[in-house]
């Protein structure tokens, strides 16, 4: 069955989704399993139950909520995070570090981010981290702790596996961890949404936007902007940062991080910071490079960051490369000339360039040939200009040259589950585990 008028326009305007963002069989499907939970098979009876019942209506956004994620997803932001907390850390003796994770989903993301800042030896007194989510389903799961061997992809690392407790079905949060994130049920495309929090230093908001509508998306931005201090940090999605970078924000020059900061001075700061407070500018100083997170107490040691393991692609993104912009601490790598300008293409997508990352695709692919980084690559910005077909061909193409392409096996399960063709996600889904377990 087809899901009624009324709940496609109500999925629009109360969750600013795109109609078809989620797929219209995912919608389809999440109508038809809130109607036999709730015991009704005549869509007239369920339409009128929906307008009358808010249950009904969560119970529907927690069924059609994609909510898919792991711990450490994209390692580039942590080691981001990691040396970019212990800057401000330094830099604020006594001030307190919040960071808000949204939307947050089942919590892997904020426990990663609670983990990654207590591994790099930040007191656990001296942060505070938010989670925000609509789906009260993922919220509940969140505040559980308890996950399965799916939200773990490749190799966590031992400097936070102790942060972990084995069970019979998986793994368990520790509890000096769960203390650490408060979480919240709240909806970041309506009105007043996240009233009282913040501000908030750092904010993770990632692959959020490319759900939403254009108006929506220009909703949650002034959300974002309000509660993001003035040099602050925000990291997004990798198909996201052209939005933010056209509003201001300046892009991060770390690896594969997507992080992005807000401008030094804005009028809308003052919206956000009540009278008094102490919150006061970041001034980044993040670079790229290869640093993992620091074992608890070694920063306080003043020892060097310790390189991470050279162990599979971790993530979507989390392949091992050299930094998109090389520095001085790198100047001794020998960087082939066709990886060099794969890796300028790279840097500029991560930019918002994506028209000059394009013509250094094409320009690769007329000099070099057809290869799977390039196709891979070409995908990733089809997706950030919403053109999922684009993007399908073009990680199939990248699969045909290199049929081991994690990067792209990832990329293309994502876009067959959005698209509601489950059975072909998740065959590459386990295509891309196998390829991890096989690289650890």
Request: aromatic content about 8%.
């Amino acid at each position: 069955m087809n899901a009624p008028p009324a709940i496609m326009e109500f999925l629009t305007l109360s969750l600013g989704m795109e109609p078809d963002s989620a797929g219209k069989d995912a919608v389809n499907r999440a109508v038809a399993a809130v109607m036999r939970h709730e015991g009704v098979s005549d869509p007239r009876a369920f339409e009128k139950l929906f307008g009358s019942s808010p249950d009904v209506r969560q119970r529907l956004i927690d069924a059609v909520v994609v909510g898919e994620t792991w711990f450490f997803r994209d390692r580039g932001p942590f080691l981001c995070l990691a040396r970019h907390a212990l800057d401000w850390h330094k830099a604020r003796p006594g001030n307190v570090l919040n960071v808000l994770s949204a939307p947050c989903a089942t919590g892997e993301e904020p426990y990663s981010i609670v983990m990654t800042l207590l591994a790099a030896g930040l007191p656990p007194s001296s942060f505070t981290v938010d989670g925000v989510d609509v789906s009260a389903l993922a919220l509940e799961k969140a505040r559980r702790a308890c996950y399965s061997k799916s939200a773990f992809r490749g190799n966590i690392g031992q400097d936070v596996a102790r942060f972990f407790e084995t069970t019979p079905s998986g793994r368990k949060v520790a509890d000096p961890v769960v203390r650490r994130v408060a979480f919240h049920l709240d909806n970041l495309a309506l009105p007043g949404s996240l009233a009282g929090r913040g501000p908030y230093a750092i904010i993770f908001c990632r692959n959020l936007l490319i759900y939403m509508t254009p108006e929506a998306r220009l909703r949650i931005f002034d959300r974002m902007d309000r509660l993001l201090i003035p040099g602050g940090l925000l990291f997004t999605g990798h198909t996201e940062t052209n939005f933010w970078h056209q509003r201001g924000y300046m892009p991060l020059p770390w690896d594969r991080a997507f992080a992005l900061t807000k401008p030094a001075s804005s009028a809308s700061f003052a919206a956000a910071v009540p009278a008094g407070s102490t919150a006061k500018p970041i001034s980044p100083k993040g670079r790229p490079g290869k640093i993992a997170v620091l074992p608890t107490g070694s920063a306080a040691k003043g020892k060097t960051p310790i390189h991470p393991d050279t162990g599979p692609p971790e993530t979507p993104s989390g392949e091992r490369r050299q930094p998109a912009k090389p520095g001085a601490a790198n100047a001794d790598v020998k960087i082939p000339p066709m990886d060099a300008q794969i890796q300028e293409a790279r840097r500029l997508a991560d930019a918002g360039d994506t028209a000059g990352a394009a013509r250094l695709c094409r320009e690769y692919t007329r000099k070099f040939g057809p290869a799977a980084e390039t196709y891979c690559l070409m995908g990733i910005l089809s997706m950030a200009g919403q053109d999922l077909s684009g993007a399908e061909e073009c990680f199939l193409k990248a699969l045909y040259l290199d049929p081991n392409h994690y990067e792209s096996l990832v990329h293309i399960s994502l876009i067959y589950r959005q698209k509601g063709k489950e059975t072909r996600a998740a065959l590459y889904r386990e295509r891309a585990e196998r390829k991890a377990t096989v690289k650890e």
